[in-house]
């Protein structure tokens, strides 16, 4: 560990595991450390040994639940649009070879009292008892323009400039009924209030478009995708990227501290009574809880970035 890097990344959260992933690539010295013996920080995947120790000391967990490494606990539960921008993150920089995926089997919205699969298919869609024949046919013509629509060519827009226009007028132009607009805005663009009907309509529309697209990418029963093995899978494959272009990862490193100069520049870790150096040090904010003041922005995680590789 006594050792200089171009770099010293704390925590192994999904940012912080595909920075130290991309820069490994860019072939900087990258060094990963982290307090835990897992992977994924907050929102990791634990088996039963890891959750019953998070969350009641050293307490055992009672033998009838079974093997440890039959669970995979989500600290923070989420599926993955098929289609979405994490996954095309992640196939962009190849690190699908070290993940097995699962399609999500089916949609489903309660209404009413009842619960109805949200269609996945024509058939489907055609059977479905959650809209009237008529109106079928109305939100189909809706369906078609958010199909064809193309924020970069006006021919789509059949005249309708979206980002000025509200989601309830567009709604309103193909006759929906308030059934199949609280359908569409919440079981296809998973809006969690009412509140995008008095906003512009393009959002509305990308989002239904995503859902779309996302649910013929595997031709499933829904638009959903899952790690085989939970969301910790993810930053884990990032770390086996990094590993595989020679980044170092040290798991259960307790008491990680950044030490900086009499300047207040960032001069290295350590932990455990070692010392790692670095004059660029990459943390989750808990590692730093005294220097933290703002949110960082995806734009400037961007700039970071660019800059380390510039460097």
């Known amino acids: 560990m006594d050792e200089e890097y171009d770099l010293i990344v704390l925590g192994t959260g999904l940012k912080e595991c595909i920075l130290s ?15 835990n013996d897992y992977y994924g920080g907050a929102a990791a995947s634990l088996n039963l040994n890891q959750l ?6 050293q307490e055992k967990p009672p033998a009838f639940l079974g093997s440890s490494k039959d669970y995979n606990v989500d600290m923070v539960p989420k599926f993955m649009m098929a289609n979405g921008a994490l996954v095309r993150v992640l196939v962009h920089t190849d690190v699908t070879k070290y993940l097995l995926f699962k399609a999500v089997d089916g949609s489903f919205v309660y ?10 298919n024509d058939v489907e869609a055609v059977k479905s008892t959650l809209m009237g024949l008529f109106e079928k046919r109305r939100a189909r013509n809706f369906f078609i323009f958010v199909q064809s629509y193309d924020e970069e060519d006006s021919r789509t827009h059949e ?4 980002r000025t226009i509200s989601t309830k007028e567009l709604f ?12 569409v805005g919440h079981s296809l663009a998973l809006h969690r209030d009412d509140r995008f009907l008095l906003e512009p309509a393009l959002d509305t529309v990308k989002r239904v478009k995503l ?34 272009h020679g980044g170092t990862y040290m798991l259960g490193k307790p008491d990680c501290k950044v030490e900086f100069d009499e300047m207040g520049q960032v001069r290295g870790v350590t ?8 004059k660029k040090v990459v943390c989750d904010p808990s590692y730093l809880p005294n220097k933290v003041y703002v949110l960082i922005r995806r734009a400037h995680l961007t700039k970071m970035c660019s800059s380390l590789l510039s460097t």
Do not use: C
Not at 52 to 57: A, D, E, L, V
Not at 111 to 120: A, L, M
Not at 159 to 162: A, F, I, P, S
């Open 21 to 35: 992933g991309l820069l490994s690539v860019e072939r900087l010295k990258v060094l990963h450390m982290d307090r």
């Open 52 to 57: 019953w120790r998070k969350f009641r000391g």
């Open 111 to 120: 209404k009413q009292g009842k619960i109805y699969k949200v269609p996945s």
């Open 159 to 162: 005249g309708m400039d979206l």
């Open 172 to 183: 309103s132009k193909y006759g929906l009924d308030d059934n199949t607009i609280d359908f």
């Open 211 to 244: 859902y779309a697209e996302s649910m013929a990418r595997f031709q499933g029963g829904s638009p959903y995708i899952y790690p085989l093995y939970g969301l910790g899978e993810l930053p884990q494959a990032f770390a086996r990227l990094s590993a595989v």
């Open 271 to 278: 932990s455990e009574g070692e010392t790692a150096r670095a």
